[in-house]
């Protein structure tokens, strides 16, 4: 039975926004964490670890995030891991965001100049101080515009989880769509959603780059 | 008529009047350095009468070409009034050799063989033959600005404008474009330079123009001019840049 | 772990792997032709005087960036035939992709032409080079050079990103994917095997483009 797009079906957009939300949120953290072990790798004077990272970032890079995301809600029950599709969707996302922040923080990290090592050395600063107090916090400020900015993407890209059927905005979308057959008004009252979030996160991650860009 | 003729030149940026009412005029064969503080409005005027900046009033009339009229044909002007600036400006992506061949090719529509046989001349004029293949970014500042002269000079203008062309150079790097400079102005070229060379001017110049506030402060010839200012505000900017 | 991995179920398949990244590469190159027509006409827009054209480019890019691709697409293949234009699946994709990387491509040639300094068109112009001449003999190259690297990135992330339009039918790579798990009910193998061939494509094209990178801009040709 085909019914009207009406408030109820806006109301089951925005609760399920919360889990394009959360979704987002969990990719975040489990890739921000594995991020951080992805750009030490990285770094780290030793070239094996080196050759890991970059094998990981050019993987993760070099793959659609659809494929991940399809391999791993094919592929964890292989080894006997049941996974729910929300399961698939924030380990895939996760190690998505883990090779960009990876690289995002890599990138603030090497263009902190050798000058600031150097100084830092000259002061008598072993390794850890010369990091801890000289370096990072100058990288941290650098790299936090395009951190807030690749959020953007991951918010966006969220959107995939849907394909393996995994109930947030799009799928809602599409599960409204069915049944009241109006495509039109509802895949654009979810791009409207989608942009508020983005736009804001878009705009906060420009101020932010002015912000430190004057005063660095 | 003159070479070059302005009258009552009128220019602004915005709400500040940077030239306010210019006129002079300059004779085929004279060299004549204009000085002055920053913000005097020496290398706008420069730039005016190149056509690179409009004016807001005044007729400018440069080699028989009135760039004031409307559609006046600009091109034909830069032509006749070459332009080497401050910061060299050569093309990164062309070697030395191409830089100074591409407006021979496009503007004067030579073919490559007369394009090349003029840019060797040249190139080879500002003392840099051997360097015909290299790119702008291999040359110290003192070497792009000799290929920027050069690539003015291969265009046979009827005047040479210089807009403050050692200032961005480092001290050491001076000398060598100066002693092109000096070359080209022994060869009868009419040539106007914007510089803060005092010695320059003095032994170069046939005549100084003191810009000072938007105006023409003090004119007269080179010599005399710097060694015996007549108002105090030449003799001012004087001790300022010789102590 | 007792699973048997039977790669060998694909073999039959082959050609339609084969037809999935023929259509992959053809879908990729032309919606980097159209999005990039898009893109030049929005840069030039966005950097115009006249706020009634900067207006709507800015508006045009921030709605692109801002949403994600798969809406987008959903739109144009779901959406457009209410209003009574009905498009296939692969003529679908080809336009929300493009429409999609217009908004990008429009913010890597603005600053592209934003690289360029003033004082090199002036440096053209006061050689007596007509404001064309200098677009393209003083311009263009420099230009292309300082963005080449982002346009070689962007369509890679192109060419991963058309496996989305799958979602409605189009019969690319990722779609063969899904027709070939239909029948084969192989899933892992499927697109394991699939999600390597983007693999493959990508350090494919990425060595081809620094290879062209390299003979264009890095070997100085003699003249």
Redesign the interface.
């Known amino acids: 039975m085909i019914r009207e797009f009406s408030l109820n079906d806006l109301v089951f957009m925005l609760e399920a926004l919360r889990w394009t939300v959360g979704l987002a949120i969990i990719a975040t953290i489990g890739g921000g964490a594995l991020g951080i072990i992805v750009a030490v790798l990285r770094v780290v004077a030793f070239k094996p670890a080196n050759w890991l990272a970059i094998g990981y970032i050019?993987?993760v890079?070099?793959?659609?995030?659809?494929?991940?995301l399809?391999?791993f809600f094919?592929?964890l029950p292989?080894?006997?891991i049941q996974v729910d599709a929300w399961v698939a969707a924030s380990l895939s996302l996760s190690i998505y965001a883990s090779a960009f922040f990876g690289e995002i923080w890599r990138g603030s990290l090497q263009s902190v100049s050798q000058r600031q090592w150097e100084a830092g050395a000259a002061l008598g600063l072993n390794y850890w101080q010369r990091l801890t107090h000289v370096v990072l916090p100058q990288a941290l400020r650098i790299s936090i515009a395009p951190t807030v900015g690749f959020l953007?993407q991951l918010v966006?890209?969220t959107?995939?989880a849907?394909?393996i059927g995994f109930i947030e905005l799009?799928r809602a979308?599409?599960i409204i769509?069915a049944a009241t057959f109006?495509?039109?008004p509802v895949?654009?009252t979810?791009?409207a959603l989608?942009?508020i979030i983005?736009?804001s996160l878009?705009q906060f991650s420009q101020r932010l780059e002015r912000r430190f860009h004057v005063t660095r | 008529m003159s070479l070059v003729e302005l009258t009552d030149i009128h220019k602004s940026f915005g709400s500040v009047e940077v030239l306010k009412g210019i006129s002079m005029t300059m004779e085929q064969g004279e060299i004549v350095a204009i000085i002055g503080r920053s913000g005097s409005g020496k290398s706008t005027l420069l730039r005016c009468i190149n056509g690179l900046e409009s004016v807001q009033s005044g007729r400018i009339q440069v080699a028989g070409i009135e760039a004031t009229k409307p559609g006046a044909d600009l091109n034909a002007l830069r032509q006749r009034a070459g332009m080497v600036f401050q910061s060299y400006n050569l093309f990164p992506h062309l070697s030395v050799e191409r830089n100074v061949m591409l407006a021979l090719r496009l503007v004067q529509k030579m073919s490559v063989d007369e394009a090349r046989e003029l840019a060797h001349a040249m190139v080879a004029k500002v003392g840099l033959a051997e360097k015909l293949a290299a790119y702008p970014d291999e040359l110290s500042g003192g070497q792009q600005q000799r290929v920027a002269i050069a690539r003015s000079l291969a265009m046979q203008p009827t005047l040479m404008l210089f807009d403050e062309i050692t200032s961005a150079l480092d001290p050491e790097l001076v000398g060598e474009v100066l002693k092109v400079l000096e070359g080209v102005a022994r060869e009868g070229m009419t040539m106007m330079l914007v510089t803060h060379e005092m010695n320059f001017a003095k032994n170069v110049a046939d005549r100084v123009i003191f810009m000072h506030e938007g105006r023409i402060h003090e004119d007269g010839p080179a010599r005399e001019t710097l060694l015996e200012p007549r108002t105090e505000e030449l003799r001012s900017f004087l001790s300022a840049v010789l102590h | 772990?007792n699973?048997n991995f039977k790669f060998k179920a694909l073999a039959p398949y082959t050609s339609e792997i084969i037809d999935g990244v023929i259509l992959t590469l053809q879908l990729s190159a032309v919606t980097m032709l159209l999005g990039l027509a898009i893109g030049l006409a929005v840069a030039i827009a966005s950097i115009s005087p006249k706020s009634a054209l900067r207006r709507p480019a800015r508006i045009y890019v921030?709605?692109i960036?801002?949403?994600?691709?798969?809406?987008?697409l959903?739109?144009v293949f779901?959406?457009?035939p209410?209003?009574g234009i009905k498009l296939g699946a692969n003529s679908a994709a080809l336009i929300a992709l493009s429409i999609n990387l217009g908004a990008y491509s429009s913010e890597i040639l603005r600053a592209g032409f934003e690289s360029i300094r003033p004082s090199q068109i002036e440096a053209g112009r006061s050689l007596g080079l007509t404001a064309a001449q200098t677009f393209r003999h003083v311009v263009l190259f420099p230009a292309i050079k300082s963005i080449y690297p982002a346009l070689a990135s962007q369509f890679?992330l192109l060419m991963?990103?058309t496996?989305?339009v799958?979602?409605i039918g189009a019969t690319e790579l990722?779609g063969q994917?899904a027709f070939i798990d239909s029948r084969t009910y192989r899933?892992?193998e499927v697109?394991?095997l699939?999600?390597?061939s983007?693999?493959f494509l990508?350090?494919a094209f990425r060595s081809l483009f620094s290879a062209i990178y390299w003979l264009v801009f890095v070997r100085r040709s003699r003249a």
Do not use: D, H, W
């Open positions: 050019n993987l890079q070099g793959t659609p995030l659809l494929g991940q399809f391999v094919f592929g292989l080894f006997g953007v966006k890209n959107s995939l849907a394909l799009t979308s599409q769509t109006a495509p039109l895949y654009t979810a791009a989608y942009f983005c736009f878009s | 772990m699973y921030e709605a960036r801002n949403t994600p691709l798969i809406v987008q959903f739109i779901f959406g457009l209410t209003l890679v991963l990103t496996s989305i799958s979602s990722f994917a899933s892992f697109y394991a699939i999600t390597l983007y693999l990508t350090l």
